[in-house]
């Protein structure tokens, strides 16, 4: 292959990204909690000659490494934050916890930093030889429900890069063609009045009661709203444990999404009417407040082509005899489609992109690509058919077809960063597709007052 010169810096440097896997996977942090893999990636970077800035858009666990100057301006996206609940054993095939840990890589993370860090260090060899462009990484924390990349974006963190590509682990090897919503994350309080619920029940105002009657008529909602929207609930605080005891309190967190901004901006304000109604029927008051946002993806043609043609001139990991038998093994834990069970325990060939098909997820990806030409790989890091979110992800995202397939990924994201280079044309194409579907403008989806939820 033409870039296999520089592509194999990754194999060079396989223990160091197998260690920055392993090392993120063994302590996995939460949402803007992530210090230590934050400190891991930006040390690694800034020892390989990379410019680090951390504290992007008053983030402490955010940060841009860049090595280069010039033009093209391109980048790459890491995230490396670990799901909570999802304790488990690395490598086991039946549920197992690890002592003393609650949180766990169950969307592969700790794979996709690793990977996009390889991805970095080989594009940089590029550099050093070809002497023009620069690479970015970016650390995007909270991924998981917090939106980092969103606070990000409306920081600026994006502006001037020209193109930017990204992956994420899965069970295929696919460029991303479908889309995904836009959404609105909202958390509804209601107060009521306290009272005795047997010996004065007529002196309080149950603010579960509003709760119970808002999701009530949210299901009746679901029947009359766009087939490609999608609402999800859960209450956060019921009010207490007593039965005896009139709730005065209660708190239900709602998930909006729909096909664009324009669309969840209608639908959460019928939401918001339903929660009025609530309050008005059990005669308590409600308040709300955001809790993130993000916007529709755009997807960019001339992107998913070059990705698709890099990703079909990289060999595939191969797995060994006591992979697949690992594979096998955990494929029994969970249902398989005949289509599924009729293949090979990984996947074994690229997917060619698939013609875009509704898809009810979002990600907070969305908001980098109405700042940028972005485009992103299906990487297959697990088991055919693996459910993200699991104790079965979180195994495998510690095992050792999952960092082969991670370095692969690196090779992927390098490769396509590098044809971007070399071919001038094929950005200023990406460029003028991201142009004209983006011709109304960038508007952040998330309140102007609204804050990311930094632990300290």
Request: glycine residues 8%; charged residues 20%.
């Amino acid at each position: 292959m033409l870039y296999d010169v520089y592509l194999s810096t990754i194999d060079r440097l396989s223990s160091l990204i197998c260690s920055v896997a392993d090392t993120l996977w063994d302590d996995p942090e939460l949402g803007y909690a992530e210090y230590h893999a934050s400190d891991l990636l930006t040390r690694t970077l800034s020892e390989h000659g990379f410019t680090v800035e951390r504290g992007v858009a008053g983030i402490p666990t955010a940060f841009r490494a860049t090595f280069g100057e010039g033009e093209p301006r391109l980048g790459i996206l890491a995230e490396y934050d670990a799901l909570a609940g999802l304790n488990q054993v690395a490598c086991e095939t039946a549920p197992a916890q690890r002592p003393g840990i609650t949180n766990g890589h169950g969307c592969g993370h700790n794979l996709f930093a690793a990977g996009s860090l390889a991805a970095a260090l080989a594009v940089k060899s590029y550099i050093e030889a070809a002497g023009k462009g620069s690479v970015t990484l970016f650390g995007c924390p909270a991924e998981e429900g917090g939106g980092g990349k969103v606070f990000m974006a409306r920081a600026g963190a994006f502006s001037g890069i020209d193109a930017i590509v990204s992956w994420h682990p899965e069970s295929m090897y696919m460029v991303r063609t479908r889309p995904a919503l836009a959404n609105v994350e909202v958390d509804y309080t209601f107060d009521g009045v306290a009272s005795h619920a047997g010996a004065a029940p007529d002196k309080g105002r149950s603010a579960l009661d509003a709760v119970e009657l808002m999701n009530v008529g949210v299901n009746f909602l679901r029947e009359h709203m766009e087939l490609t929207s999608r609402i999800h609930y859960a209450i956060l605080d019921s009010g207490g444990t007593a039965p005896n005891i009139v709730q005065s309190h209660a708190v239900v967190r709602y998930l909006i999404r729909a096909v664009d901004a324009a669309s969840v901006r209608e639908l959460r304000a019928r939401v918001d009417r339903i929660a009025q109604g609530a309050a008005l029927m059990t005669d308590t008051k409600v308040s709300w407040q955001t809790v993130s946002a993000y916007s529709d993806l755009i997807t960019i043609p001339a992107l998913q082509a070059c990705a698709n043609e890099a990703m079909h001139d990289i060999p595939l990991p191969v797995p060994t005899e006591e992979e697949l038998a690992f594979g096998r093994t955990l494929q029994t834990t969970w249902k398989l489609t005949p289509a599924q069970a009729a293949l090979p325990p990984f996947a074994m060939t690229v997917r060619d992109p698939a013609p875009p098909v509704a898809h009810g997820g979002s990600t907070d990806t969305a908001d980098v690509s109405w700042n940028c030409p972005t485009v992103q790989m299906h990487i297959g890091t697990w088991a055919v058919g693996t459910p993200g979110h699991s104790w079965q992800s979180t195994s495998q995202s510690r095992g050792s077809y999952a960092k082969k397939a991670a370095m692969y990924a690196g090779k992927a994201v390098a490769a396509t960063l590098m044809r971007l280079m070399e071919h001038p044309e094929i950005l200023a194409q990406a460029k003028a597709e991201h142009a004209e579907k983006t011709a109304g403008g960038y508007v952040c989806p998330l309140p102007e007052d609204l804050q990311p939820a930094i632990h300290k």
